[in-house]
């Protein structure tokens, strides 16, 4: 039985973004923004229906935006979470509207997957008091998504490193001044300017590493259509910021960002690897933060997965798990199975290949 306070719809345009954004949502980020989830809506799922849970209205609202595989056994995907690698969550205003959330996708009887789910959020709980009879819960620890808690002191981030880091910075920016006039820029392209700007960042993207791997926006055509989707709604809504480092007037190093909720969140980067020498995206890193702090803003964001780069500036993670659920009935068991095969087959392919390096 649904909540007569709900609606379960089958198209993201039915929601207006009014809803979304008055949603009293504790430690917001741009994946609760409405604009994340349409420009996933409208580009990451061209094979499955949309199943847009809707709870309330107003500050206490609910919304859960999943993307439902067609026929059996219809997996739920909230949307952008798998696909983008991001810290994902649903979208509530209180304990009660997380619940109620829950509550309706239990009701719909299918799994569903959430990606690397913020481990802090409430909706987890919500799940766990829904889910502890009539259904199973698969969480699984991950890497967090690294953030700096700036100060007055990081905007000379320099002081903030040890004195190894401080004395390579140092070397590198020697580096690049050698090779010619070293130039930052922070752009917020407008909906005029976006194509261009975008155009170059994700040139400069290609020609490193991810390039070289075919992982780059360039080739990548799914989550292009993404990131460029959002570019556009992100210029339109005035938060998007894309920084360049510039040897000679060539950029050498990108960064896409937005500036939003008290933070400087990194959406992607890239630099030039022939310009690898004088670590050209560490240059810029350097100056987007002395950015943020100018900007007056309290965190700067990494997103995605801590890393050995990341660790150079911050120890401090966002914590996430991976989070599936598997309602008792006959769509959800199906998945489990399937699910845990697929899982118990990887680990053991991975058993063979460790084997044959060690023996190698």
């Known amino acids: ?170 070397r590198m920016g020697r580096k690049a001044e050698a090779l010619g006039k070293v130039t930052t820029e922070i752009l917020a392209p407008t909906p005029e300017t976006i194509d261009k700007v975008l155009a170059e960042a994700i040139d400069v993207e290609t020609r490193g590493w991810k390039g070289r791997a075919g992982t780059s926006l360039l080739e990548d055509k799914r989550k292009a259509a993404f990131y460029k989707r959002y570019a556009i709604l992100a210029s339109e809504a005035g938060i998007l910021r894309i920084a360049f480092l510039r040897i000679n007037d060539k950029a050498v190093a990108t960064q896409i960002a937005v500036q939003s909720d008290g933070g400087f969140w990194l959406l992607k980067i890239g630099y030039d690897e022939e310009y690898r020498k004088c670590s050209p995206g560490n240059l810029l890193m350097l100056e987007t933060i002395k950015y943020a702090v100018n900007e007056g803003l309290d965190r700067y964001e990494f997103l995605g997965k801590a890393a050995g780069w990341t660790k150079t500036w911050t120890q401090t993670e966002h914590p996430a798990i991976r989070l599936r659920v598997y309602p008792y009935t006959l769509h959800g068991l199906t998945a489990l199975l399937v699910d845990g095969t697929e899982i118990a087959l990887k680990r053991l392919n991975e058993k063979i290949q460790n084997r044959k390096k060690s023996s190698a």
């Open 1 to 170: 039985m649904i909540d007569k306070n709900s609606e379960v719809l089958n198209d993201f345009s039915a929601i207006f973004p009014e809803f979304t954004n008055s949603i009293a949502v504790s430690a917001r980020t741009p994946m609760h923004h409405h604009i994340w989830i349409q420009a996933a809506a409208e580009t990451l799922y061209p094979d499955h229906e949309a199943q847009i849970i809707k709870f309330g209205h107003g500050p206490d609202a609910a919304l859960g935006a999943f993307a439902c595989q067609k026929g059996f056994p219809g997996r739920y995907f909230l949307m952008g979470a798998e696909e983008l690698g991001e810290q994902a969550d649903t979208i509530f205003g209180s304990k009660e509207s997380a619940e109620a959330l829950a509550k309706v996708f239990k009701n719909a009887g299918r799994a569903g997957r959430f990606g690397h789910f913020s481990a802090r959020s409430a909706f987890i709980d919500a799940l766990e008091k829904t889910f502890v009879k009539g259904g199973y819960m698969a969480t699984t620890p991950v890497q967090g998504a690294p953030y700096i808690d700036l100060d007055e002191k990081w905007a000379e981030p320099l002081s903030k490193l040890s004195s190894r880091y401080r004395s390579d910075f140092r």
